[in-house]
Each structure stands twice: as structure tokens, then as C-alpha cells.
């Protein structure tokens, strides 16, 4: 089961503010940090993907090494 990243920005905010961030600067640092987790961070899905689509790839070049050490092979 694929769970998401959940990140809550305003609990995030009322700490930063209770630490003596402006409310302004609480809310910037909150939102920069929520737009990171949601686009730059790998899911495992990300991940998953990533590795069939290596997998496939290897697949594709042992196959392409195999037919040319047929075809040497053939020619010695």
C-alpha cells in the first residue's frame, strides 16, 4: 500500500512562530518546505518504477552482449 508524505504546514508555521520566526516568515519557510516534499522527494512508487525501467535496460544490453558473442562465435 503506497502512503503518501503528509506534511502539515500550519503545525509546522505555529512552531517556527513559537521559536520567533515572523508570521510571514513562518508561512514562506512552510510552503517552501511542503513544495519540496510533494516534488522532490522519491516516492517508493518513484522508486519502483526507476527499477523496472533499469531492469528492462539491463535486460536489453545482456541481451545485445549475448547476440554478439553469438555472431564472434559463428565467425571463429
Do not use: H, S
Not at 28 to 51: G, V
Not at 57 to 67: K, V, Y
Request: glycine fraction near 4%; hydrophobic fraction near 55%.
Amino acid at each position: 500500500m503506497e502512503r503518501a508524505i503528509v506534511f502539515d504546514t500550519l503545525e509546522y508555521a505555529k512552531k517556527l512562530k513559537a521559536a520567533g520566526f515572523t508570521e510571514q516568515q513562518a508561512e514562506i519557510q512552510a510552503e517552501a518546505l511542503a513544495d519540496m516534499f510533494e516534488n522532490q522527494i522519491a516516492t517508493k512508487r518513484d522508486l519502483r518504477e526507476l527499477e523496472y525501467r533499469l531492469l528492462i535496460r539491463l535486460g536489453g544490453i545482456l541481451a545485445a552482449a549475448i547476440a554478439i558473442v553469438a555472431a564472434i562465435v559463428k565467425l571463429v
